[in-house]
C-alpha cells in the first residue's frame, strides 16, 4: 500500500509539518494564539513545538522543558492544587499530568537529539584530504647527489547521488516521529487522567449516595423504635430495620474504600508524592456532554461533511498514526540511500609534485571504488523491504485507528443520547415521593416494606443517572484518546455562579 504522502513531504519541512498540524484537527486555532511559523522551527527551545501545540489547544500551561525538569517529586509538583490551596479542577489534572509525568519528561528529553541528528544529517561531508611527500635528498647509481622530490596532493570526495539529502529526509523524518510521539504520549496521559479524574468524581458520588442512604436508614431505625415502644410497630419491623442499617454501613465502608483507592489511583497519575494530598472539584453533574461535532476538522473543498470520511481524517491525523507515517518516511530515506551508494563516491583534487630532476608537474588526479563483489544492492534490497514494513503497518494502523475512533464516537453518542433520554424524563419529584411514603408510615398509611421499596427505587434511580453520567465520562475520555480531539471538544463546565459555560 501507498504511504499517504509522497517522498517530498517528509523531507527537510517533515519538521516543521508535524508540529504546524493540529491533534486530529482540532488545534487549529492553537496555531494562530502561538505564532507558529515553518520558518522558525530551529529556534524553539528544547521543549517540543507539538507539545506546545498540543497544550494551547487544551488551554493548559506549558509544562517545564526537558532541561529544565528534574525527577525530584517535591519539586516537580508544586504547582499541584491541594486540599488547603484550590480544588484540583479537570484542566489543572491535565496539566499537572502532563508537567509531571515521568514518560512525558524522559520523552521530550529525547528530542534534542533527535534534532542533533537532523543537524549531523544536513551537514555535507566537505572534508578534503591533503597528501605531501618530500624527499629532500635523492642520489643515483653512481653517487650523484640529486635535486629534490616532492609532490602535494589535495582531493575531495564527491557524493554523485546526492545522498546528503536522503540524509537529510530521514533524520528529518525521524525527528518528526519523535516530536509526533511525544504528542502522542500528551494525548494518552490526557486521556488516562480524564478516565481517572472521572472515576474518582463517580466514586465520590456512590460515597455520597451511600451516606445518604445510611442517613435515611438510621433516622427510619429511631422512627420505628419510637413506634415500637408505643405499641405501633412489630419487632420483625425494628429487626428489618437495624439489619438495613448494618447493611447500609458496610456498603457506605465499601465505597469509601473504593473512592480513596481512585484517589490514589489519579494521584500516581499525576505524579503526586504519597506526603501530598488532593481534592477533586465539582461533580459529574457539572459537566455538559458535547455533541461531537464533524466540522472539526478543516476541509480542502466546501462539500458537505461526510460521516465516513470525518471518521478517516480523525483517524488519520491521530498522533501515533502520524508517528507511523513518519517511519515510512524514516525507511523511505533509508531505502534511497541505499540506491544513491550504489554509485560510487568520486574523489578528485589538483596534484603539485616537483622530480629530482628539476621536472614540475601540475594536474588532477581522481578515484573510486569499483563495485565488483560488494555492489550495494543486498542493502538495497533490505532496505527497500523494510521501506514495505513500515507502510504495510502504517497502512493497517490507519484501519485500526478508524475502526477505534468508529467505536469510540459510536459509545459516545450513545451513552449520551441514553443519558439525555433519562434527563428528559427524569421526575423532579422523585425525592418529595420518598419523604410522602416516610410521612405515610409515620402516620400509620403504609407498612415498612413499603417504605424500603420507595426507598430502594428512589436511590436506584439516582444510582442509574450517576451511572450513565460515568459512562458517558468514560466514552469521553475514550473519544480524546481514540480520535486526539482534545476534551475541550467534547466536554464543558458551566460555573453555577452565574450559569456561563466555561
Same mark, same amino acid.
Given at each position: 500500500?501507498?504511504?499517504?504522502?509522497?517522498?517530498?513531504?517528509?523531507?527537510?519541512?517533515?519538521?516543521? &509539518?508535524?508540529?504546524?498540524?493540529?491533534?486530529?484537527?482540532?488545534?487549529?486555532?492553537?496555531?494562530?494564539?502561538?505564532?507558529?511559523?515553518?520558518?522558525?522551527?530551529?529556534?524553539?527551545?528544547?521543549?517540543?513545538?507539538?507539545?506546545?501545540?498540543?497544550?494551547?489547544?487544551?488551554?493548559?500551561?506549558?509544562?517545564?522543558?526537558?532541561?529544565?525538569?528534574?525527577?525530584?517529586?517535591?519539586?516537580?509538583?508544586?504547582?499541584?492544587?491541594?486540599?488547603?490551596?484550590?480544588?484540583?479542577?479537570?484542566?489543572?489534572?491535565?496539566?499537572?499530568?502532563?508537567?509531571?509525568?515521568?514518560?512525558?519528561?524522559?520523552?521530550?528529553?529525547?528530542?534534542?537529539?533527535?534534532?542533533?541528528?537532523?543537524?549531523?544529517? &544536513?551537514?555535507?561531508?566537505?572534508?578534503?584530504?591533503?597528501?605531501?611527500?618530500?624527499?629532500?635528498?635523492?642520489?643515483?647509481?653512481?653517487?650523484?647527489?640529486?635535486?629534490?622530490?616532492?609532490?602535494?596532493?589535495?582531493?575531495?570526495?564527491?557524493?554523485?547521488?546526492?545522498?546528503?539529502?536522503?540524509?537529510?529526509?530521514?533524520?528529518?523524518?525521524?525527528?518528526?516521529?519523535?516530536?509526533?510521539?511525544?504528542?502522542?504520549?500528551?494525548?494518552?496521559?490526557?486521556?488516562?487522567?480524564?478516565?481517572?479524574?472521572?472515576?474518582?468524581?463517580?466514586?465520590?458520588?456512590?460515597?455520597?449516595?451511600?451516606?445518604?442512604?445510611?442517613?435515611?436508614?438510621?433516622?427510619?431505625?429511631?422512627?420505628?423504635?419510637?413506634?415500637?415502644?408505643?405499641?405501633?410497630?412489630?419487632?420483625? #419491623?425494628?429487626?428489618?430495620?437495624?439489619?438495613?442499617?448494618?447493611?447500609?454501613?458496610?456498603?457506605?465502608?465499601?465505597?469509601?474504600?473504593?473512592?480513596?483507592?481512585?484517589?490514589?489511583?489519579?494521584?500516581?497519575?499525576?505524579?503526586?508524592? &504519597?506526603?501530598?494530598?488532593?481534592?477533586?472539584?465539582?461533580?459529574?453533574?457539572?459537566?455538559?456532554?458535547?455533541?461531537?461535532?464533524?466540522?472539526?476538522?478543516?476541509?480542502?473543498?466546501?462539500?458537505?461533511?461526510?460521516?465516513?470520511?470525518?471518521?478517516?481524517?480523525?483517524?488519520?491525523?491521530?498522533?501515533?498514526?502520524?508517528?507511523?507515517?513518519?517511519?515510512?518516511?524514516?525507511?523511505?530515506?533509508?531505502?534511497?540511500?541505499?540506491?544513491?551508494?550504489?554509485?560510487?563516491?568520486?574523489?578528485?583534487?589538483?596534484?603539485?609534485?616537483?622530480?629530482?630532476?628539476?621536472?614540475?608537474?601540475?594536474?588532477?588526479?581522481?578515484?573510486?571504488?569499483?563495485?565488483?563483489?560488494?555492489?550495494?544492492?543486498?542493502?538495497?534490497?533490505?532496505?527497500?523491504?523494510?521501506?514495505?514494513?513500515?507502510?504495510?503497518?502504517?497502512?493497517?494502523?490507519?484501519?485500526?485507528?478508524?475502526?477505534?475512533?468508529?467505536?469510540?464516537?459510536?459509545?459516545?453518542?450513545?451513552?449520551?443520547?441514553?443519558?439525555?433520554?433519562?434527563?428528559?424524563?427524569?421526575?423532579?419529584?422523585?425525592?418529595?415521593?420518598?419523604?410522602?411514603?416516610?410521612?405515610?408510615?409515620?402516620?400509620?398509611?403504609?407498612?415498612?416494606?413499603?417504605?424500603?421499596?420507595?426507598?430502594?427505587?428512589?436511590?436506584?434511580? #439516582?444510582?442509574?443517572?450517576?451511572?450513565?453520567?460515568?459512562?458517558?465520562?468514560?466514552?469521553?475520555?475514550?473519544?480524546?484518546?481514540?480520535?486526539?480531539?482534545?476534551?475541550?471538544?467534547?466536554?464543558?463546565?458551566?460555573? #453555577?455562579?452565574?450559569?456561563?459555560?466555561?
Amino acid at each position: 500500500p501507498a504511504p499517504a504522502r509522497s517522498a517530498a513531504t517528509d523531507s527537510i519541512a517533515s519538521p516543521v &509539518e508535524a508540529t504546524d498540524r493540529s491533534v486530529a484537527g482540532a488545534t487549529v486555532h492553537a496555531a494562530s494564539a502561538l505564532n507558529l511559523h515553518e520558518n522558525d522551527w530551529h529556534d524553539l527551545t528544547e521543549t517540543n513545538r507539538a507539545d506546545k501545540f498540543l497544550l494551547a489547544a487544551y488551554k493548559l500551561p506549558t509544562p517545564q522543558s526537558a532541561e529544565q525538569t528534574t525527577l525530584d517529586s517535591s519539586n516537580s509538583i508544586a504547582t499541584v492544587p491541594t486540599s488547603d490551596a484550590l480544588p484540583l479542577t479537570l484542566d489543572s489534572a491535565i496539566s499537572v499530568s502532563l508537567s509531571n509525568n515521568p514518560t512525558l519528561i524522559a520523552l521530550r528529553a529525547g528530542e534534542p537529539v533527535a534534532r542533533a541528528a537532523y543537524g549531523v544529517a &544536513e551537514t555535507y561531508p566537505f572534508n578534503p584530504f591533503v597528501q605531501v611527500q618530500f624527499l629532500p635528498v635523492t642520489q643515483n647509481k653512481a653517487g650523484d647527489t640529486l635535486g629534490t622530490n616532492y609532490y602535494i596532493w589535495l582531493m575531495q570526495t564527491l557524493e554523485l547521488a546526492h545522498q546528503r539529502s536522503y540524509r537529510e529526509q530521514s533524520a528529518s523524518s525521524a525527528l518528526n516521529q519523535v516530536r509526533w510521539n511525544i504528542v502522542q504520549a500528551d494525548l494518552t496521559a490526557t486521556a488516562m487522567t480524564e478516565r481517572l479524574y472521572f472515576t474518582a468524581l463517580y466514586q465520590r458520588s456512590l460515597l455520597e449516595l451511600a451516606e445518604r442512604t445510611a442517613k435515611l436508614n438510621e433516622n427510619l431505625v429511631g422512627v420505628i423504635e419510637r413506634r415500637f415502644k408505643a405499641g405501633l410497630s412489630t419487632a420483625s #419491623e425494628q429487626t428489618l430495620a437495624k439489619v438495613a442499617v448494618r447493611q447500609s454501613l458496610r456498603q457506605l465502608e465499601l465505597a469509601d474504600a473504593n473512592y480513596h483507592t481512585a484517589l490514589l489511583a489519579l494521584q500516581r497519575q499525576l505524579n503526586v508524592p &504519597e506526603n501530598k494530598t488532593i481534592d477533586i472539584a465539582g461533580s459529574l453533574k457539572d459537566f455538559r456532554w458535547l455533541a461531537i461535532d464533524q466540522n472539526a476538522l478543516p476541509r480542502e473543498d466546501n462539500c458537505l461533511p461526510d460521516a465516513g470520511d470525518f471518521i478517516a481524517n480523525l483517524a488519520r491525523q491521530r498522533p501515533d498514526v502520524l508517528a507511523a507515517q513518519s517511519g515510512v518516511g524514516v525507511a523511505r530515506g533509508a531505502a534511497n540511500l541505499a540506491r544513491a551508494n550504489q554509485i560510487q563516491n568520486f574523489g578528485i583534487g589538483p596534484y603539485y609534485g616537483n622530480s629530482e630532476s628539476g621536472t614540475s608537474s601540475v594536474g588532477f588526479r581522481a578515484q573510486m571504488n569499483l563495485p565488483v563483489w560488494d555492489t550495494g544492492k543486498p542493502l538495497t534490497a533490505q532496505r527497500v523491504a523494510e521501506l514495505n514494513v513500515q507502510q504495510v503497518t502504517f497502512a493497517q494502523l490507519v484501519t485500526r485507528a478508524e475502526v477505534e475512533a468508529r467505536t469510540a464516537i459510536d459509545r459516545y453518542d450513545r451513552a449520551r443520547g441514553i443519558l439525555e433520554r433519562e434527563q428528559a424524563a427524569r421526575d423532579p419529584k422523585a425525592t418529595d415521593d420518598l419523604q410522602s411514603i416516610r410521612d405515610q408510615f409515620a402516620s400509620g398509611q403504609a407498612d415498612i416494606l413499603n417504605v424500603y421499596a420507595v426507598q430502594t427505587s428512589v436511590l436506584q434511580e #439516582e444510582r442509574t443517572q450517576l451511572d450513565l453520567l460515568n459512562e458517558v465520562a468514560q466514552a469521553a475520555a475514550d473519544v480524546t484518546l481514540m480520535t486526539g480531539l482534545p476534551p475541550f471538544r467534547v466536554i464543558t463546565t458551566v460555573d #453555577e455562579s452565574n450559569k456561563s459555560v466555561l
